[in-house]
């Protein structure tokens, strides 16, 4: 059975630095493309980062150079490294694994940045 568990989330000042954590079961993180998508209240699912099997990453814009996305291999375990958080990024963030009929999401860890 194919899994992601997300950890890492919590409340921290605007400034301040969180890292998550996406733990994968049943999937391989290095064999697939993996990604980080967040949902603020009121407000669609949108693509944070994502990383491809051969390591290409790609960022939205309102989170370059602030945001890093990462993986162990070793470990199966995909992060999100968060630098420089601001108010805006506050939400709730899912770990995707796959892509289509095949992916896969978590249940989502909770960021709130306070200002």
């Known amino acids: 059975q194919r899994q992601l568990v997300e950890s890492g989330g919590g409340l921290v000042q605007a400034g301040g630095s969180l890292t998550l954590s996406c733990a994968a079961s049943?999937?391989?993180?290095?064999?697939?493309?993996m990604g980080w998508y967040r949902q603020a209240p009121g407000k669609q699912r949108e693509l944070v980062a994502t990383?491809?099997?051969?390591?290409?990453?790609n960022y939205a814009d309102s989170v370059k150079g602030r945001f890093t996305i990462s993986r162990d291999d070793a470990k199966n375990i995909l992060y999100l490294q968060m630098n420089s958080l601001k108010p805006e990024d506050t939400a709730v963030y899912y770990c995707k694994g796959g892509s289509g009929l095949f992916s896969v999401w978590g249940q989502g860890t909770q960021v709130t940045v306070s200002s």
């Open positions: 990383v491809t099997s051969g390591s290409t990453t």
């Open positions: 049943g999937i391989i993180v290095s064999a697939n493309s």
